[in-house]
């Protein structure tokens, strides 16, 4: 009877133990794993609806620094990348490119591999709380994968 007790404690500490982790992930959650290298965009979205133009698009992070090229070269943006939060909580401030002046409220997630960013431009939405979009937030996710 004691080990049944004991057995039935230790379960439900488990489950409980993962159900506070799993709760405190946010919807599309990867992890916090490191950021910087050269990635490749897998695919995009903007309030819920595909963007395809950033497809194969190019993201190199490092130094406090980024660069997005597109694939066709038609669009580059430069700039400085911040922790402003937690350690999935970053501004993407560009300097040059179509953006210049504008910041990207970002959640960015990693697990060293892939990487998801989901942001909305500061001064028009909040900083999104997950990986997801949806119609009239204003967001936008890119995952990428690392070269």
């Not at 794993?33 to 993201?59: C, D, F, H, K, Y």
């Not at 119609?135 to 890119?142: A, K, S, W």
Request: proline share 4%.
């Amino acid at each position: 009877m004691t080990r049944a007790v004991v057995l039935t404690f230790v379960a439900a500490l488990q489950l409980a133990a993962f159900s506070s982790r799993a709760a405190g992930q946010r919807a599309g959650d990867i992890g916090a794993g490191p950021m910087e290298g050269t990635w490749t965009v897998t695919g995009s979205e903007q309030e819920g609806n595909p963007w395809r133009e950033i497809s194969g698009a190019t993201l190199t992070i490092g130094g406090g620094q980024f660069a997005l090229q597109f694939a066709d070269n038609s669009r580059t943006y430069r700039g400085e990348v911040k922790q402003v939060g937690g350690p999935q909580e970053f501004d993407f401030v560009h300097r040059e490119g179509r953006d210049a002046g504008r910041t990207w409220q970002a959640l960015v997630s990693s697990n060293g591999q892939l990487l998801k960013i989901c942001f909305t431009y500061a001064g028009e939405n909040p900083r999104p709380t997950t990986l997801t979009t949806s119609p009239g937030e204003g967001t936008t996710l890119i995952g990428l994968r690392r070269k």
